[in-house]
């Protein structure tokens, strides 16, 4: 069987801990190995990305082997090609398959009926990749997590449901600010609490940043759901993160936010060019993060 990285909860708390260690030496020596030498791994994009593809197609080179990007326009996936022929097909091809797209079941099917790895790239239910990429963010500052808040302010998104995954591994306490309507999916809180999470849920975002090491934020419209923006920005009122919301929190405070943002929505521009945003390092982490990971995947 081979090894995917479709959820942070596909890990156990050990490789976690591992992978962030291993991500943290990667970047401290600019990583290069021919791990991947001779090989192809297919990155099936459905949806927009700067960061996430460029960093892909940059790491996998970094380990020697060689990405090839694939859209739905310019394939049969876009002419419906059920991803069980598309999976099968590329297991002749490719060494493994990084994706991103809609449901988390088109990414399950495509590791069920492929037999190379397959790693999540996001989907609308998770984005492992970058919370892990902000493990290693918050490792470089605060190595020891157990004394440390974590704030969530607005939508219960994949990032949202990445980061409760993420608490279940790592002992930070996870106060989500969520408006009514856009809790993060209640089975995903439970699973995680049950493993062992610290996480709490409010409606008021000032109770949430309240004494938080690290506050965190993404748009509150993520992709997909372009067209309810209007009403999004009705129901996210009073969560943009602003410098009144970063003194609610301890003094050396750092900023996140994976990126694309909104100026002027989710984040002030005061907040996200300010000295406690850490969003560069955060996008710089990916490629470390994900070559950490693609080693795991591969060096099964
Ligand atoms: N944070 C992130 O995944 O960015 P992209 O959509 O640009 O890949
Ligand atoms: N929640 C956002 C994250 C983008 C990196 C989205 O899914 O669009």
Same mark, same amino acid.
């Given at each position: 069987?081979?090894?995917?990285?479709?959820?942070?909860? *596909?890990?156990? %708390?050990?490789?976690?801990?591992?992978?962030?260690?291993?991500?943290?030496?990667?970047?401290?020596?600019?990583?290069?190995?021919?791990?991947?030498?001779?090989?192809?791994?297919?990155?099936?994009?459905?949806?927009?990305?700067?960061?996430?593809?460029?960093?892909?197609?940059?790491?996998?080179?970094?380990?020697?082997?060689?990405?090839?990007?694939?859209?739905?326009?310019?394939?049969?996936?876009?002419?419906?090609?059920?991803?069980?022929?598309?999976?099968?097909?590329?297991?002749?091809?490719?060494?493994?398959?990084?994706?991103?797209?809609?449901?988390?079941?088109?990414?399950?099917?495509?590791?069920?009926?492929?037999?190379?790895?397959?790693?999540?790239?996001?989907? *609308?239910?998770?984005?492992?990749?970058?919370?892990?990429?902000?493990?290693?963010?918050?490792?470089?500052?605060?190595?020891?997590?157990?004394?440390?808040?974590?704030?969530?302010?607005?939508?219960?998104?994949?990032?949202?449901?990445?980061?409760?995954?993420?608490?279940?591994?790592?002992?930070?306490?996870?106060?989500?600010?969520?408006?009514?309507?856009?809790?993060?999916?209640?089975?995903?809180?439970?699973?995680?609490?049950?493993?062992?999470?610290?996480?709490?849920?409010?409606?008021?975002?000032?109770?949430?940043?309240?004494?938080?090491?690290?506050?965190?934020?993404?748009?509150?419209?993520?992709?997909?759901?372009?067209?309810?923006?209007?009403?999004?920005?009705?129901?996210?009122?009073?969560?943009?993160?602003?410098?009144?919301?970063?003194?609610?929190?301890?003094?050396?405070? %750092?900023?996140?936010?994976?990126?694309?943002?909104?100026?002027?929505?989710?984040?002030?521009?005061?907040?996200?060019?300010?000295?406690?945003?850490?969003?560069?390092?955060?996008?710089?982490?990916?490629?470390?993060?994900? %070559?950490?990971?693609?080693?795991?995947?591969?060096?099964?």
């Amino acid at each position: 069987m081979p090894r995917n990285f479709l959820s942070i909860l *596909d890990l156990e %708390k050990t490789d976690a801990h591992a992978l962030v260690r291993r991500a943290h030496e990667m970047k401290q020596v600019d990583y290069r190995c021919d791990l991947l030498s001779g090989k192809t791994v297919a990155m099936i994009f459905e949806k927009a990305s700067t960061r996430t593809r460029v960093s892909f197609e940059v790491g996998i080179r970094h380990l020697g082997g060689t990405p090839l990007f694939m859209t739905p326009a310019e394939s049969q996936l876009g002419r419906s090609e059920p991803l069980c022929d598309t999976a099968r097909v590329l297991s002749r091809y490719c060494a493994g398959m990084v994706v991103r797209t809609f449901g988390q079941e088109k990414v399950d099917a495509l590791a069920t009926w492929g037999s190379i790895p397959v790693v999540n790239a996001l989907t *609308d239910e998770y984005h492992p990749c970058q919370v892990m990429s902000d493990m290693l963010t918050m490792y470089e500052r605060t190595p020891d997590f157990s004394s440390l808040k974590v704030a969530w302010v607005g939508d219960g998104n994949n990032m949202a449901h990445s980061f409760i995954n993420a608490a279940v591994h790592f002992p930070f306490e996870l106060a989500l600010a969520v408006p009514e309507g856009y809790d993060p999916d209640p089975a995903i809180v439970e699973r995680a609490k049950g493993l062992g999470a610290r996480i709490t849920l409010t409606r008021d975002p000032r109770e949430a940043c309240a004494g938080a090491h690290y506050i965190n934020t993404d748009v509150w419209a993520s992709m997909g759901q372009e067209e309810e923006q209007k009403a999004r920005e009705k129901a996210f009122a009073g969560f943009m993160v602003d410098d009144a919301m970063m003194a609610l929190a301890a003094p050396d405070a %750092k900023f996140l936010h994976c990126l694309p943002a909104h100026r002027g929505e989710e984040v002030s521009e005061s907040v996200i060019e300010g000295p406690q945003s850490v969003i560069f390092d955060q996008a710089e982490n990916r490629l470390h993060m994900q %070559k950490a990971i693609l080693e795991w995947v591969f060096s099964d």
